[in-house]
């Protein structure tokens, strides 16, 4: 077992991190005055998810390997930005690194929006196999006209639905309203085969408004709902892994100049070090979180075969529709990796 696969696997159940500073949604060691602070913004939880345990690994590995150079804050729950205002701190240095969700990309790249598109992947494993691939690595680029740099890409998982209500087929959610991570065609579409409404929101606002009755649905990965507690405001989560979330990994070309060359080729060597072990154990982490979910007397309603095939049925036009809207080579080269994928 490598360091980084040991420092991710513990991290299956959340646990505080004792050597770092660890309040709710921060964790990071204290800079020393000459080191170069590296903050990085997230939205989501840290210890227990994939995100959050990547970027507390990252920084781990950065401030034990590149210590008197580079000091790594960790901000975790929308404490630094929400993902709507990270994008220009980015740009204004006021932050170094961010982690979006790559639906939130939609000024910057609709190519982006491939992964809005339900059952394109199989799996999150399916996922692995497209990443790396031409199409992918052009994909990811389509972000770099605007100053970003993207270092890799993060997993999380697949996409479940819930609701006020059981839902087992698409037209269960008729007439509730649904939190959205953004109002994407492909999104749209979602909602529109479900009969449903949708609200683009900040993830640190989706607890409240599931709370409040604001929104009676919403969709997300184990991870994300198990640590946030949205399935404490919904009668059932349906396992519908319909969709996949996943993370382009960002900074500024501002940053990365700013670095000499050595320094530079070390962060990003550590980077893809920690980006590899992450990938592997998100699968696990959200596995993890979906017991915790049944383990506090949560309903997953597991679909039939036919159910399973009445949500492809009905969202199998919003391929063609980003074939013919977005980028056709793009959409067919994710389906052929997806189909030639042998994760398992
Ligand atoms: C969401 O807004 O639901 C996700 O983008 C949060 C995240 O970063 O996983």
Not at 41 to 62: D, M
Not at 63 to 86: H, K
Not at 94 to 105: E, H, R, T
Not at 277 to 296: G, K, V, W, Y
Request: hydrophobic content about 40%; glycine content about 8%.
């Amino acid at each position: 077992m490598t360091k980084a696969t040991q420092m991710i696997s513990r991290h299956l159940k959340p646990a505080a991190l004792a050597f770092l500073l660890t309040v709710p949604g921060v964790a990071h060691a204290k800079c020393d005055p000459g080191e170069q602070v590296v903050k990085f913004s997230l939205v989501t939880a840290l210890q227990g998810h994939p995100k959050g345990e990547a970027a507390l690994a990252l920084a781990e590995q950065v401030n034990d390997q590149m210590d008197g150079r580079l000091c790594m804050e960790v901000y975790g729950s929308s404490t630094l930005y929400d993902d709507d205002a990270v994008f220009d701190a980015l740009l204004a240095g006021d932050v170094q690194m961010a982690a979006p969700s790559a639906s939130k990309f939609g000024a910057y790249s609709k190519e982006l929006q491939l992964f809005d598109v339900p059952f394109v992947f199989d799996s999150a494993l399916h996922v692995m196999e497209f990443l790396g691939t031409e199409a992918s690595n052009k994909m990811l680029a389509t972000v770099e006209d605007d100053g970003f740099a993207v270092l890799g890409f993060w997993s999380n998982g697949m996409y479940q639905i819930s609701g006020t209500k059981p839902i087992r087929v698409p037209t269960d959610a008729q007439g509730l309203t649904f939190r959205v991570q953004s109002l994407s065609p492909a999104i749209q579409g979602l909602l529109d085969a479900m009969g449903a409404e949708g609200i683009s929101m900040a993830f640190s606002k989706v607890y409240d408004a599931l709370e409040s009755g604001e929104v009676q649905g919403q969709y997300n990965t184990w991870s994300n709902i198990q640590t946030k507690g949205f399935y404490l405001h919904q009668a059932a989560i349906s396992e519908t892994n319909h969709g996949y979330l996943g993370y382009p990994v960002v900074t500024s070309q501002g940053f990365l100049e700013s670095l000499d060359p050595e320094t530079r080729e070390e962060f990003i060597g550590i980077f893809n070090l920690v980006t590899h072990e992450s990938n592997r154990f998100a699968f696990e982490i959200n596995q993890a979180r979906r017991q915790d979910i049944l383990d506090d007397d949560g309903i997953i309603i597991q679909l039939s075969d036919d159910e399973k095939q009445s949500w492809r049925d009905a969202l199998e036009p919003l391929v063609d529709a980003f074939r013919r809207d977005v980028n056709a080579e793009l959409i067919d080269a994710a389906i052929e990796a997806n189909a030639k994928a042998d994760p398992f």
